[in-house]
């Protein structure tokens, strides 16, 4: 991948960004157009299930002998399983899992907590279907990787066994937008926008923003080893850093990958960008590693 060509996915990044769709509706079918580009591995079919209400993307991998589940970005507002399942197809084939995305409820429609509330479920379903808790993996991006810590929250109180690890790509956990990177990085983010973000926790958590920093400042002690991939050219910068501090200082296992000039989620990329490939690459070394060490 020549500077050139990165250079190209920025300036199309830059472009989305700068033109917004006209409703809701056409950023929905935009946003899964544009994440459907990104295929997964030819081995990973999909099919769609329905978990405990929730709809899903499940591929099966017939030598799995674990199971990773893919929380899907996109402000909380738009994205699907159905978009998402490329860059899950392509993690989960490479730990050789089998892989679900969930179809969690979306806002404005729906907020907080229907999002929590259906991951919650469709995590226990899986359980409840007989996959052992040592044996899974949570990943996430952007909106989804801030699921799953909120999510992992609410299964610690309801007292549910922990996955094996967590992966989370530019994770957005602070939904008040404190961190100081939202404005500072606000130039050279390709992707996201401090409006955007904001347009988005104000529809998850409603006009009053109250409690908008629940998923960072909660208590997150008792939480499996954590991958956190960020890249320094995105505005959700230190959510990433916030985050693995306080995870760590909760005596959590945490590993923080900066990535030097990578944009929101590059992951997403994987098919065009080597350093799309070579993240999905580390984070799945992490989980083998995890897992590895798990059944010694």
Known sequence: ??????????????????????SLDAARKGYDEFCEAFRAPDNCVFETVVLNGVSARVSICPQAKRSLIYAHGGGFLVGSAKGFQGIAGTLGDAIEANTYVFDYRLAPEHPYPAATDDFVAAYTAILEAGASASELVLAGD????GLIV????HAKRQNLPMPACVILFSPWVDLALT???????????????????????????????????FILDSDLSGFPPL??????????????????????????????????????????????????????????????????????
């Open 1 to 22: 991948m020549t500077t050139t060509e990165l250079e190209l996915i920025r300036a199309a990044l830059l472009k989305r960004r700068e033109d917004p769709p006209a």
């Open 179 to 213: 961190g100081l990177s939202i404005e500072a990085k606000a130039a050279v983010d390709c992707f996201l926008t401090p409006e955007k973000l904001r347009a988005g926790a104000l529809a998850f958590l409603g006009p009053d923003l109250e409690g908008a920093s």
């Open 150 to 153: 909120a999510s992992l929250l």
């Open 142 to 145: 952007s909106a989804g990787a």
């Open 227 to 296: 991958l956190i991939q960020v890249g320094t050219d995105e505005i959700l910068l230190d959510d990433a850093f916030r985050l693995a501090r306080n995870a760590a200082l909760a005596g959590n296992e945490v590993k923080l990958d900066v990535w030097s000039g990578m944009f929101h989620v590059w992951h997403a990329f994987a098919p065009t960008l080597l350093s799309a490939r070579q993240a999905l690459t580390a984070a799945a070394n992490f989980a083998d590693s995890v897992l590895s060490r798990e059944k010694q």
